[in-house]
């Protein structure tokens, strides 16, 4: 296995789930909070994202050069949300021109929990998920 599997392997699973998060934000900002409002249309978009993380993660951990073993998993899950947190922090902060302090808060506090859990199972999810 080459030394940098983990790296790439965590950009290959962030770019999916980020890819997939950029058309489903651009969808629900644009269609569903009018209709909804944010908080309703953050809730209904997440599970959306879980089953997106549930399949990347399983994509990714079932290429062959991929070893078993749960710590190297779960580093690739961890580069992945690195790069998720700083897309999202650079991108987003940057086009909304706030600072990290007033992002987190205006944070809606149900549905932004519900985020920052989901970047948890987002950084976990390699570990979880089976091969077969």
Request: glycine share 8%; proline share 6%; net charge positive.
């Given at each position: 296995?080459?030394?940098?599997?983990?790296?790439?392997?965590?950009?290959?699973?962030?770019?999916?789930?980020?890819?997939?998060?950029?058309?489903?934000?651009?969808?629900?900002?644009?269609?569903?909070?009018?209709?909804?409002?944010?908080?309703?249309?953050?809730?209904?978009?997440?599970?959306?994202?879980?089953?997106?993380?549930?399949?990347?993660?399983?994509?990714?951990?079932?290429?062959?050069?991929?070893p078993f073993s749960p710590p190297m998993r779960l580093g690739i899950g961890c580069v992945a949300l690195l790069f998720l947190l700083v897309a999202e922090f650079t991108l987003v902060l940057s086009l909304r021109g706030m600072s990290i302090a007033d992002y987190l808060a205006t944070r809606d506090p149900v549905s932004g929990t519900v985020y920052y859990l989901s970047l948890v199972v987002f950084a976990v999810m390699p570990a979880l998920v089976r091969r077969q």
């Open positions: 296995m080459n030394r940098f599997e983990p790296l790439k392997s965590g950009a290959l699973y962030f770019a999916l789930v980020f890819g997939a998060g950029f058309v489903l934000g651009a969808l629900r900002v644009s269609w569903v909070v009018p209709r909804l409002g944010a908080r309703m249309a953050e809730l209904a978009e997440t599970p959306v994202m879980l089953a997106v993380i549930f399949f990347a993660a399983r994509w990714i951990v079932r290429r062959p050069f991929i």
